[in-house]
């Protein structure tokens, strides 16, 4: 088990409802990065925090959100939801070393837009 | 065309047999090639990297990488039921990592 937590575990909205969702990063991490993993594909990168800055981004709309907190915890807020937005969303968090092992995934949390 | 395809399966394979997992990429600048392995309703987890090509092995895993065809593999040796899962191919790129489908594997009993 790695030492990334989330939460809520699943939780089910309406379309144009907003969503927040929770992740704890691994101690002795200082950056999160937000995937996106829809039933039978892979994950795919929303956007990256480091220091409570955004860092990257993938191709997500706007209305994908995040905040990073000094204790380096993270939220991903995605406002006006769609059907589309249905899947599993993880977090990872990782240390600056740049070594490419040592990104942790956290268990998800399961979103149903209906 | 996707920068890592992978072919979704599903996979269905006795206990005991050798799989082989495979995934193709267009960048030729990529360096490291990572898989992944994901248990239904839990995060993906890292089994093993290669950097550049050649093979790397871990005990039952073999990862493989030949950059001349932009493609990568892993082996299975003597699976197992416990290695259902599915199975993720990745490259990182800058600050994300880029990930095929995925390959759901059932080694039945």
């Known amino acids: 088990e790695t030492g990334v937590t989330q939460s809520p575990t699943h939780l089910i909205k309406t379309r144009g409802q907003q969503v927040t969702l929770r992740c704890s990063s691994q101690s002795g991490h200082n950056t999160v990065s937000w995937y996106q993993q829809a039933l039978g594909q892979g994950p795919q990168f929303i956007f990256q925090y480091y220091r409570e800055e955004e860092n990257g981004r993938g191709n997500f709309p706007p209305r994908f959100s995040g905040l990073q907190f000094p204790n380096y915890s993270s939220e991903l807020n995605v406002n006006a939801l769609e059907l589309d937005d249905s899947a599993l969303y993880l977090c990872?968090?990782?240390?600056?070393?740049?070594?490419?092992?040592?990104?942790?995934f956290g268990p998800g949390t399961r979103l149903t837009v209906t | 065309q996707k920068e890592v395809e992978q072919d979704p399966g599903p996979l269905s394979v006795p206990e005991g047999a050798i799989v082989s997992l495979n995934c193709t990429y267009s960048?030729?600048?990529?360096?490291?090639f990572m898989w992944y392995r994901q248990y239904s309703r839990k995060g993906p987890e890292l089994l093993m990297y290669?950097?550049?090509?050649g093979n790397k092995e871990d005990g039952r895993f073999t990862a493989q990488v030949d950059k001349s065809s932009k493609y990568i593999s892993l082996f299975i040796r003597d699976s197992q039921p416990s290695d259902s899962a599915t199975y993720l191919c990745a490259i990182p790129n800058n600050n994300d990592m880029r990930f095929g489908a995925g390959t759901r594997l059932t080694v039945k009993p």
């Open positions: 990872a968090s990782s240390s600056t070393s740049g070594r490419v092992d040592e990104q942790y």
């Open positions: 960048n030729s600048a990529f360096q490291y």
């Open positions: 290669t950097y550049s090509s």
